[in-house]
C-alpha cells in the first residue's frame, strides 16, 4: 500500500528564517510526486511535479528536491502570505489492469505559519 | 488556464434531500476525480473518470453517485446522506489516458463546502 508522511506536522517560522518540509514515501513504483499548497476552506493549489530521483524545481521562494526515498521542499526566506498548509502526494506507476494510475496518495500535510 | 469550476460554493441539505455537486473544466483533461476532505485532514479519492468511465470507486456509500456527462462535466449526486458526510468536496482534473507518460499532475477546483442538517 502507498504511504506518504509529512514532517513536521506544523511549523511556525519568522519572516526571513528559512526552513524546510520533509515528505517520505513508499510507493510501488513512483510515476510522480506532486507538492500542493492549501489556503484554509481552498481547493490545493498545484506547484511542482517532481518525476525521478535528483531532480529540482524552483518557483520564487520555493525549491522543490527528490530522493528515492523522500522530498524536501526548501523556502527561502519566507513571507507571512507564504502561510498554508502544504501538501504532498504521490501518484504510482499504473498496474496491469490500468487502473492505480488514477490515484494520488496525498500526505497529513504540513501547517506552515509565518509570523511577520 | 488550469481552472477547474465547482458549483455551488457551499450546500446546506437536509437527510431526506437530493443535491448534485457540478464540476466543469476546459482543458482537454480526460481524467476527473472527486475527493472528500474533511477538516485538518488530506483529501481522500473517492472516485476516478477517465474517457468518461468510472475507473476507480474507492468502495464509496450509494448514497454518492458520481456522473461524467462529457469529458469536460464530472457531476456527484447526494441522497439521503449522513451529518458526518458534511466536508468539502473536491473536484480535479488531469490529463489522463491509459499511460503512464499522460498521467501527470492534477488541478483541483475550489471545493463545495458541504453541510448535512
Known amino acids: 500500500e502507498d504511504q506518504v508522511t509529512q514532517s513536521p506536522e506544523a511549523l511556525r517560522l519568522q519572516e526571513g528564517e528559512s526552513s524546510s518540509l520533509n515528505c517520505s514515501y513508499t510507493?510501488?513504483?513512483?510515476?510522480?510526486l506532486f507538492w500542493y499548497r492549501q489556503d484554509p476552506g481552498k481547493g490545493p493549489e498545484f506547484l511542482f511535479t517532481l518525476y525521478s530521483a535528483g531532480e529540482e524545481k524552483e518557483k520564487e521562494r520555493l525549491k522543490a528536491t527528490l530522493t528515492k526515498k523522500e522530498s524536501f521542499l526548501h523556502i527561502t526566506a519566507p513571507k507571512p502570505e507564504d502561510s498554508a498548509t502544504y501538501l504532498c502526494?504521490?501518484?504510482?506507476?499504473?498496474?496491469?489492469?490500468?487502473?492505480?494510475?488514477?490515484?494520488?496518495?496525498f500526505g497529513q500535510g504540513t501547517i506552515l505559519t509565518v509570523h511577520p | 488556464d488550469t481552472e477547474v469550476t465547482q458549483t455551488p460554493k457551499h450546500l446546506v441539505m437536509g437527510m431526506t434531500n437530493k443535491k448534485s455537486l457540478k464540476c466543469e473544466q476546459h482543458m482537454g483533461h480526460r481524467a476527473m476525480y472527486w475527493y472528500k476532505q474533511k477538516a485538518k485532514k488530506p483529501p481522500e479519492l473517492m472516485f476516478v473518470y477517465s474517457y468518461e468511465k468510472l475507473s476507480i470507486n474507492e468502495s464509496v456509500p450509494s448514497r454518492f453517485s458520481p456522473e461524467c456527462p462529457n469529458s469536460s462535466l464530472l457531476n456527484l449526486h447526494l441522497h439521503a446522506l449522513q451529518p458526518e458526510d458534511s466536508a468539502l468536496y473536491l473536484c480535479?482534473?488531469?490529463?489522463?489516458?491509459?499511460?503512464?507518460?499522460?498521467?501527470?499532475?492534477?488541478?483541483f477546483g475550489q471545493g463545495t463546502r458541504l453541510t448535512v442538517v
Open positions: 502526494a504521490v501518484r504510482p506507476r499504473g498496474d496491469a489492469g490500468g487502473t492505480s494510475y488514477g490515484k494520488l496518495t
Open positions: 510507493v510501488s513504483g513512483l510515476r510522480g
Open positions: 480535479a482534473s488531469s490529463q489522463g489516458g491509459w499511460t503512464d507518460a499522460m498521467n501527470t499532475e492534477a488541478f
